[in-house]
C-alpha cells in the first residue's frame, strides 16, 4: 500500500521560497501520476500542479503559472513543489498525491495527468504553508 508523506512547510515571508517534498513508501511512484493541492481555510481543495505517470508532462493552475515547478524523483520515490515568490493566497496545507499505477505508462504512452481530485487514490497527510510578514 502506497503511503505518502509531506514536508518542508513553514512560515515563510512574502516573496520567499521554498520546496515540498513528498516521500513515498510501502509502494513505487513509477507509472503513477502525482500531483500537489492545497486547500486554505474555508475554501475547497484545489489542484495546483501535476506530472504524468509517463514522459514528464506537467500542468499548473493558472494561479501559480511561473512561480511552482513540481519535479519526481523516482529513484528517491518522492516528488517535489518548489514555490517561489510566494503570496499571501498561497496560504494553505499543501497535499500531495498519487494515482495507481497506470497502464499505459508501462507500455510508455504518454497520458496527460490531471489537476482534479479524481483518479488520484493515495493522499498524504498535508503540510502547512503560511505566508505572512
Known amino acids: 500500500q502506497l503511503q505518502l508523506v509531506e514536508s518542508g512547510g513553514g512560515l515563510v515571508q512574502p516573496g520567499g521560497s521554498l520546496t515540498l517534498s513528498c516521500a513515498a513508501s510501502?509502494?513505487?511512484?513509477?507509472?503513477?501520476?502525482i500531483g500537489w493541492f492545497r486547500q486554505a481555510p474555508g475554501k475547497e481543495r484545489e489542484g495546483v500542479s501535476c506530472?504524468?505517470?509517463?514522459?514528464?508532462?506537467?500542468i499548473y493552475a493558472d494561479s501559480v503559472k511561473g512561480r511552482f515547478t513540481i519535479t519526481r524523483d523516482n529513484a528517491k520515490n518522492t516528488m517535489y513543489l518548489r514555490i517561489d515568490r510566494l503570496q499571501s493566497a498561497d496560504t494553505a496545507v499543501y497535499y500531495c498525491?498519487?494515482?495507481?499505477?497506470?497502464?499505459?505508462?508501462?507500455?510508455?504512452?504518454?497520458?496527460?495527468?490531471?489537476?482534479?481530485?479524481?483518479?488520484?487514490?493515495?493522499w498524504g497527510q498535508g503540510t502547512q504553508v503560511t505566508v505572512s510578514s
Open positions: 510501502g509502494s513505487a511512484l513509477n507509472y503513477r501520476a
Open positions: 498525491a498519487a494515482s495507481p499505477p497506470i497502464q499505459a505508462a508501462i507500455l510508455k504512452i504518454r497520458v496527460p495527468c490531471s489537476t482534479t481530485r479524481g483518479g488520484y487514490d493515495y
Open positions: 506530472i504524468s505517470s509517463y514522459g514528464g508532462d506537467t
